[in-house]
C-alpha cells in the first residue's frame, strides 16, 4: 500500500531546551492513519498534519474499550544516524493484543513501514540531548457509531509521536514502589497480556492511591492469590536474588514486555542465570531479611531500567541495596541506552536504521 503524505504548512516551534523533555506532553508536526472497514480491510494510509480527528459520540471506543496500543522509540546518534529499537517486536506485539481484543490484525512489515515513513517526514523532532528520545504510539481503536457490544467492524490505526525526556521525573534514581494489596490489575485470562487501555483503566485507582503516599508506581500482585508478583505500574520487574536474575513468568496476565526480553537477552550473554518463574511477594521480602536480595529494577520502553530503591509492603519497608542503583542495573541501563543512541556497537541486532 502506497503512504500518502499531506504536510503541514504550519510547522510548531520545537523545543528550546531539550534537557527539560517530559514525557507525553508535546506531539510532532504529522500522524500516520489508516482505516479498516469489513469487507475492504485495511486501507488508505496516509501521513497528515497532527491535529484532533472526528469521531460520533456513540464511537464503540469510547464506551466499551476496544482499543489495543504500542510504544517504542527513535533515537538520534551522535553521527546523525536515526535509529529504532525492535519495532518488528511492537508490531507482532500489537497482534497479539488485537487477537485479545477482536481487531482485524495489521501487516506487521507495513506497520513498521509507517513507522519508519513518519519518523522520517518528522525527522527534525528526534532530540539530540542525552537521555531523550522520540516516543513512538501507535494505536488502533473501534469507531462504529453503535452502542451494542460488539467487536467492531470500522476502526482507525494512528501513530502519533512525542519527544520525549525520562519517564519518571527522578530519571534513573532508585523509584520507590508500593506493594498493592486491595486492587487487582487483571487476571489469568483476562486481557493483562494484551497493551489495552483498560489494563491501564484498571491500574489507575492504585497508582493514584500510592502517588498521594509519595510512590513512584505499585507493583502488581496477582489476582487470585494475592501473592505472586506480576508487574509493576508500567514496568515489567526483576529481582537479583543471591546474583541471580529472577522474573515473573508470563502467564496471561503480565505483559511480555520488549525492554524485558531484551534484558533477558543481555544477562544470559554475560553468563547470568535468569529465572522465568512465579515468585512471591514473600519470597522478595524473605530474600531482603537473609541479606540475598541485591538488586531490582523495572524495564519498560518508557522507563527504560528503573533501579528499585525501596518496596513498602503492608507497612513495612523493604529497602533494596541501600536505596541505590546496583551494578547490574547500571550496567543493564548503560548498555541497552549506548546500543539504542548508537554510543554502542549493536552486536545484538536489536537497531533498525531509518
Ligand atoms: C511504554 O513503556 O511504552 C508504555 O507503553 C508505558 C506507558 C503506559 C507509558
Known sequence: MKID???????????????????????????????????????????????PIEIEPSAMCLHYGQEVFEGLKAYHTADGRK?????????????ISNERLCIPKIDEKFGVEAIKKLVEVDKDWIPT????????????????????????KHLKFIIILSPVGAYYPKGIDPVDIYVETNYVRTVRGGMGFAKTAGNYAASLKAQDEAEK???????WLDGVERKYIEEVGTMNVFFIINGKAVTPSLDGATLAGITRMSSMELLRKWG??????????????????AGHLDEAFGTGTAAVISPIGKLCWHDKDIVINGG????????????????QSGELEDDMGWTVEI
Open 129 to 152: 540531548a542525552k537521555g531523550t528520545s522520540l516516543y513512538i504510539r501507535p494505536f488502533i481503536f473501534a469507531v462504529d457509531p453503535m452502542i451494542g457490544v460488539h467487536p467492531a
Open 213 to 219: 503516599k509519595d510512590f513512584t508506581q505499585v507493583l
Open 272 to 289: 547470568y542465570d535468569v529465572e522465568e518463574r512465579r515468585i512471591s511477594i514473600d519470597e522478595v521480602a524473605e530474600a531482603a531479611a
Open 5 to 51: 503524505v499531506t504536510l503541514t504548512k504550519h510547522p510548531k516551534e520545537k523545543p528550546a531546551d531539550e534537557s527539560k523533555l517530559s514525557f507525553g506532553k508535546l506531539f510532532t508536526d504529522h500522524m500516520f492513519i489508516m482505516d479498516y472497514d469489513e469487507g475492504e480491510g485495511w486501507h488508505s494510509p496516509r501521513i497528515v498534519p497532527y491535529g
Open 324 to 339: 541505590k542503583i546496583g551494578p547490574i542495573t547500571q550496567r543493564l541501563y548503560d548498555t541497552l541506552t549506548g546500543i
Open 83 to 95: 535509529l529504532l529499537f525492535r519495532p518488528d517486536r511492537n508490531m507482532a506485539r500489537m497482534n
